[in-house]
């Protein structure tokens, strides 16, 4: 087990919030990306009785700052006399000025701030509090949130380790594999399997992103040849780094390697996440508008988790959106997740797109999505990812099922 994998294995996370959704979205996501134990309250007087019980256990704190009862400055109170080495992340809802005010309160009572976050908080952001604590524990670490370093990184991707694993979207109505996503994954002669949330930030950094899409691009691309050569066709969905959408010369590049592989552009889906989108929306227009020109499909990532959603969509001209799986993984019983589930869905159909459910885990989230008329369902439920050689034999089994999940 690598060394990032076993620290967030052993990570005690406290989560302090009233809104159950807002909770239950974050445990979810700190879940996905390895932490291990995680402890949710709804006030500081749940906080303090976790903290009561075993502070010192506690080496990161989430902490909603207007709550009933106990408040979040009243928890920082709490934490300088019980637990002063948690890391702290503030959350509001509030304005900025409050945000910042109790951020400096926190600093001068000596606590240990690693960031304050406007709610609604993205996946993104809960990451890089994970890095950040985790840079903060093991200093001397050589590489951001594992062991490996840039050079590692670089030989990786130089000698074909960094390749693309492979999971189903399917249609929900008739079950019919519709396409396939292909997920990064990094070979490693040690560590094992390393996880994209663990590299591709560091590609991003290094630049070496442009180099790593080249690679699973080119890599899931011939592997959509070799499906032809059995008589499957599903689209390809690469996911794309906003940093890489600086490159005018992409849209080409990209048909062109999809061309060599007897792929048209329509077979191709790029995925870009939303929350990245916003950090600099003319100087994508640009290259995102001839991406459609070429008709290649485009598709909105991580639908749910940014900030200027309503306005990017109109602006830019996207075939797909896919719903985050913080708003579908347990949806069937959380009536949050069921209202913007709901309303996510209304404003892609009155828009026109292909409407992706991602991190289906359970029949009740297929029945749920499909009711609410979702287009196309992806999760563990239908598979996990896999090699591209085993696509194939999954796509057997998935039809001896009858092309439903079981
Ligand atoms: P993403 O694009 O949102 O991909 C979906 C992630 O959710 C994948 O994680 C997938 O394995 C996971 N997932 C799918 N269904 C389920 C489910 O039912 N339950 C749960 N718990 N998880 C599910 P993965 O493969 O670890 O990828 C993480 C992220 O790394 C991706 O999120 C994507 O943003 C990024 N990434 C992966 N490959 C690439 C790449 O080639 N280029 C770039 N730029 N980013 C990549
Ligand atoms: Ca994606
Ligand atoms: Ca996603």
Known sequence: MSDAREFLEHLRVLIVDDQPFVRSSIANTLGRLGVGDVVMTADGDQALEVLKDDAKSVDLVFCDLQMPGRDGIEVLRDLVELQPDAGVVLMSGEDVEVLHAADNLAKERGLRVLGSLEKPVSAADIKSMLVKVQDERTPNRAGPITDVTVDDLRNAIDNGNILPFFQPKVRLAEGSLESVEALARWIHPQHGIISPIVFIPMAEDNGLIDALTDAVMSQAFDQGKQWAEVNLAPQIAVNLSVLSLDRLELPDQILNAAATAGLEAPQVVLEITESRISEDPSALLDIITR?????????????????????????????????????????????????????????????????????????????????LGCDLAQGYLVAKPMPGNEIPAWHESWLKQGSQPV
Do not use: H
């Open 291 to 371: 991406f459609r020109l070429k008709r290649f499909e485009l598709s909105i990532d991580d639908f749910g988790t940014g900030f200027s959603s309503l306005q990017q969509l109109q602006r830019l001209p996207f075939s797909e959106l896919k719903i985050d799986q913080a708003f579908v993984m347990g949806a069937s019983n959380n009536a949050t997740a069921q209202s913007i589930l709901e309303s996510s869905i209304s404003l892609a159909k009155k828009l026109n797109l292909r409407i992706v459910a991602e991190g289906v885990e359970s029949r009740e989230d297929w029945d749920l999505i499909s009711r």
